[in-house]
């Protein structure tokens, strides 16, 4: 059964989430302050986690931040479910770390599908670190549909992924990408020149259950180009209506 931490100030709502994702057959694990779901994160190993942006103590984002430096945790999925529905709260959010973002009032079954599409896609060769080891040994593993995955080095320009060492450096100076900013990285890469749509992106990151907006897929690309150095998009260029390309 997968661990589910949830850090959320509101009783109320800290009691709604653990009814519904226990009705989901995960085990939450919740918390009042960011500071108490610190305390045993690394210890605990949850699965993922679930936080609140405004937090008595120390808020959402810094604890975020905090999570993804942990060596043993860092990498879990990380959702927001906040009440902060401004698009630059959003951003703050993805670019401190998480790999979705919710707004309240929420509803269930679309937390259960977005929960469902993180989980399952951070076991994929997308997320996986150097050390991990799949089926194949440790230069490749299964995907989701049992396929086998050859993890390489990619390059465009400056930009180099090394899939190996789950790494993105622009020159010599190394990119602290989220999981979803890394995963889009890596399909454009994988595919140069050729236009991806939002619905493509959506499918292939998040998951072909994901049931969010393809929204979501902007402000990841906002975010992404922030941390390249692309903020004109002169590297991942922009297909009014479309999608993005690397250019």
């Known amino acids: 059964m997968k661990k589910i931490y ?12 653990k009814i519904a994702l226990s009705g989901f057959l995960y085990e939450p694990v919740a918390f009042e302050t960011a500071e108490e779901a610190l305390a045993s ?4 190993k949850p699965d993922m986690a679930i936080f609140d942006l405004m937090l008595p103590g120390m808020d959402g984002v810094s604890a975020i931040k905090l999570v993804r430096a942990m060596p ?3 990498s879990i ?25 919710m707004v309240k009032p929420f509803g269930i079954l679309e937390l259960g599908a977005r929960i469902r599409s993180l989980l399952r896609r951070s076991g994929t060769a997308i997320h996986e670190g150097a050390d991990a080891a799949g089926a194949g040994g440790p230069e490749d593993e299964s995907d ?8 390489r080095v990619l390059s465009y320009n400056d ?6 060492k789950h790494e993105a450096k622009v020159g010599e100076r190394q990119l602290e990408l989220t999981n979803k900013e890394y995963g889009l990285l890596c399909y454009l890469m ?5 236009v991806a749509t939002r619905d493509e992106l959506l499918n292939a990151v998040w998951g072909y259950d994901y049931d969010g907006e393809s929204r979501t897929v902007d402000m990841h690309i906002k975010s992404l180009r922030q941390k390249i150095g692309d903020d004109a998009g002169e590297i991942i260029q922009t297909v009014r209506g479309v999608g993005y390309k690397l250019k």
Not at 41 to 44: A, H, L
Not at 190 to 194: A, D, L, M, N, Q
């Open 6 to 17: 949830i850090i959320e100030d509101d009783e109320n709502i800290r009691n709604l989430l």
């Open 159 to 164: 930009i180099v992924v090394d899939e190996r």
């Open 190 to 194: 994988e595919r140069p020149s050729f």
């Open 77 to 101: 999925p990380i959702l927001i479910l906040t009440a902060k529905d401004k698009e630059l709260d959003k951003v703050i959010g993805l670019d401190g770390g998480a790999d979705d973002y």
């Open 144 to 151: 989701r549909d049992g396929a086998k995955h050859q993890r």
């Open 41 to 44: 994160i690394e210890k605990d």
């Open 72 to 74: 043993t945790v860092g």
